[in-house]
């Protein structure tokens, strides 16, 4: 049966990183050599390079203010950066590996058109040095352009996935008697029908890396991280983590909804349908067990569970009337919220006020202006959202030691706390 690996910018930050993926590859493929089946195979799905994305993500804003010189010189430091790694890899670039020339920016396109087009060269420069070097070690690899099989809408930034389409293509190829037994691709990015490149949300190779196992009916997903597996806590902010060597997928959706960076969100649902597990593991020691989701998971998870989702905003909106918000204006205030793409983490009601903790994106001062027209409108920025689960009296008055709390909520064993950050 096939399997897919996923490597996130991390893994591949520099040439030992694409070092140690041929060393994870490898041990993958003698499992795979063993059993001999046609339709054994491993799909190698790679993020973009280190903080690429983030850099890229740079030369679209500096391009959208007028700032070309600017924009240019962070776009030739990007690609010396893969042509360094190239050269230390043993690659020679315009020979192995023609890399993008000309930056892809149309001023009559809209900015998020633009971004899709600028920042999805992340992944594919990525992908055609894991796959040459592959290549040049020689392994048996196939590069193949996700754009050109992963068919997606136009709505840019978060596209949305024929399914139908998309998997009769990557089934079309994996099913080739001539694919070689290593396919590597890109994570994060699909394409129009009329040949645009689009993005499927930040931190969406997981999510591609889901959608191909579900496709090809994979015997696993594994997604490869710079920590041991699935901790309790951010080890960057809590000093003292637990691994969860196992999860049910019910518990890995909340923990991912609640704002855990471990799995996107979306990633749960394509294998849940097939039952395909998931496992985190470290691509420091590939040998370790890691954490495994999967329908036989243990659960509940029975350690606290602590996660930290940065950079929101919280919205309270107060009818002008004094009309009773909830029953009458929640579905005119979620169309607003809809339309405007923010990503709801926490609400709260009382009578007359309805607040809610979202993402704070380029997308909420248009949302706010909306929301004036009908609301009284107040809001509080550079905020964190704390998520305990498991929690305790205790532990609820440990995390609230210190901090300004804004909002609280808490049930049976879950308690949310909207804090100012830097508290």
């Known amino acids: 049966m096939a399997k897919v690996y996923k490597f996130g910018g991390a893994s591949v930050k520099d040439a030992n990183g694409v070092r140690n993926v041929e060393r994870i590859v490898r041990l993958a493929i003698d499992s795979l050599?063993?059993?001999?089946?046609?339709?054994?195979?491993?799909?190698?799905?790679?993020?973009?390079?280190?903080?690429t994305t983030n850099a890229l993500e740079r030369v679209v804003e500096a391009l959208a203010a007028g700032q070309e010189d600017k924009a240019l010189a962070q776009w030739v430091d990007i690609i010396d950066y893969h042509v360094s790694v190239m050269k230390e890899l043993g690659l020679q670039p315009g020979t192995?590996?023609?890399?993008?020339?000309?930056?892809p920016y149309d001023p009559t396109r809209s900015y998020d058109e633009n971004y899709d087009q600028v920042v999805s060269l992340g992944e594919i420069m990525s992908t055609q040095i894991v796959a040459v070097y592959l290549l040049k070690k020689g392994l048996p690899v196939e590069w193949w352009n996700m754009p050109k099989l992963l068919c997606t809408d136009d709505t840019w930034r978060e596209a949305k996935i024929d399914n139908n389409t998309s998997c009769a293509a990557?089934?079309?190829?994996?099913?080739?008697?001539?694919?070689?037994?290593?396919?590597?691709?890109?994570?994060?990015?699909?394409?129009?029908?009329?040949g645009r490149r689009t993005t499927l949300g930040r931190?969406?190779?997981?999510?591609?890396?889901?959608?191909?196992?579900n496709y090809l009916d994979a015997e696993s997903v594994t997604i490869w991280k710079d920590v041991p597996g699935i901790l309790n806590a951010d080890p960057r902010i809590e000093p003292d983590t637990v691994l969860i060597p196992s999860l049910r997928y019910q518990d890995a959706v909340e923990l991912s909804y609640s704002g855990a960076q471990i799995i996107h969100p979306k990633t749960i649902r394509p294998l849940e349908n097939k039952h395909i597990p998931l496992y985190?593991?470290?691509?420091?020691?590939?040998?370790?067990?890691?954490?495994?989701i999967s329908a036989d998971g243990i659960g509940p998870v029975d350690v606290p569970v602590y996660i930290w989702r940065k950079n929101q905003?919280?919205?309270?909106?107060?009818?002008?009337?004094?009309?009773?918000?909830l029953e009458e204006s929640l579905s005119e205030i979620f169309d607003i919220i809809h339309h405007h793409r923010l990503k709801v983490s926490l609400i709260q009601s009382s009578a007359v006020t309805i607040s809610v903790c979202v993402d704070n994106t380029r997308?909420?001062?248009?949302?706010?202006?909306?929301l004036q027209v009908h609301f009284n409108v107040t809001y509080n920025d550079r905020l964190?959202?704390?998520?305990?689960?498991?929690?305790?009296?205790?532990?609820?008055?440990?995390?609230?030691?210190?901090?300004?709390?804004?909002?609280?909520?808490?049930?049976?064993?879950?308690?949310?706390?909207?804090?100012?950050?830097?508290?």
Do not use: H
């Open 33 to 51: 050599a063993v059993a001999g089946s046609r339709n054994d195979g491993l799909m190698v799905v790679v993020s973009a390079m280190g903080k």
């Open 96 to 103: 192995d590996i023609r890399l993008q020339g000309e930056i």
């Open 170 to 194: 990557i089934r079309a190829g994996w099913d080739r008697p001539s694919r070689p037994l290593i396919v590597v691709t890109q994570g994060f990015i699909g394409g129009t029908a009329d």
């Open 203 to 213: 931190e969406g190779s997981d999510y591609t890396a889901a959608l191909l196992g």
């Open 280 to 292: 985190v593991k470290p691509f420091g020691d590939p040998q370790a067990e890691g954490s495994c």
């Open 313 to 325: 905003i919280l919205i309270t909106m107060r009818a002008k009337d004094f009309a009773f918000v």
């Open 363 to 370: 997308f909420v001062p248009a949302a706010i202006e909306a």
């Open 384 to 423: 964190s959202l704390l998520t305990i689960r498991g929690t305790t009296p205790e532990i609820l008055a440990r995390a609230k030691n210190g901090r300004t709390i804004m909002l609280s909520q808490t049930t049976r064993r879950t308690a949310r706390l909207v804090v100012k950050e830097n508290d």
